[in-house]
């Protein structure tokens, strides 16, 4: 089970339309679930600063359970993650920061239970 939080000090206005859709498929393809076993959060207009400027930037967090457990996994993830985030929201790379945050079955709560008994 996936999660994504994207938060950018771009406004809602700037943002295309259906991103938050648009980046549940791409993390589908990009980490190889399901897209019904996604979950997105955007937000929008946050007072931001990276690397000590406030021009326009974008933080992606992900979390997930067997998908980002290594070096090698997350480099590939994050090449392909800055591609589509550079390319929604035409920010240069240097704009963009991606933590990754590897979770465990147990530390996941669904349907009254955690996914470790589904």
Not at 29 to 39: C, S, Y
Not at 41 to 46: N, P, Q, S, W
Not at 65 to 72: F, K, N, P, R, W
């Amino acid at each position: 089970m996936p999660f994504l939080e994207l938060e950018t000090s771009l406004a809602a206005g700037q943002l295309p339309p259906g991103l938050a859709t648009k980046l549940c498929s791409a993390a589908a393809a990009i980490l190889g679930k399901p897209e019904e076993r996604v979950t997105v959060t955007v937000r929008a207009g946050l007072p931001m600063v990276l690397a000590g400027s406030a021009e326009p930037c974008a933080q992606l967090l992900v979390s997930s359970v067997g998908v980002l457990g290594s070096a090698e996994q997350n480099r590939a993830h994050s090449a392909r993650f800055f591609d589509f985030l550079a390319a929604e929201l035409g920010l240069g790379a240097e704009r963009i920061l991606i933590r990754f945050y590897p979770l465990e079955p147990w530390q996941i709560g669904k349907n009254r239970t955690v996914m470790t008994f589904l």
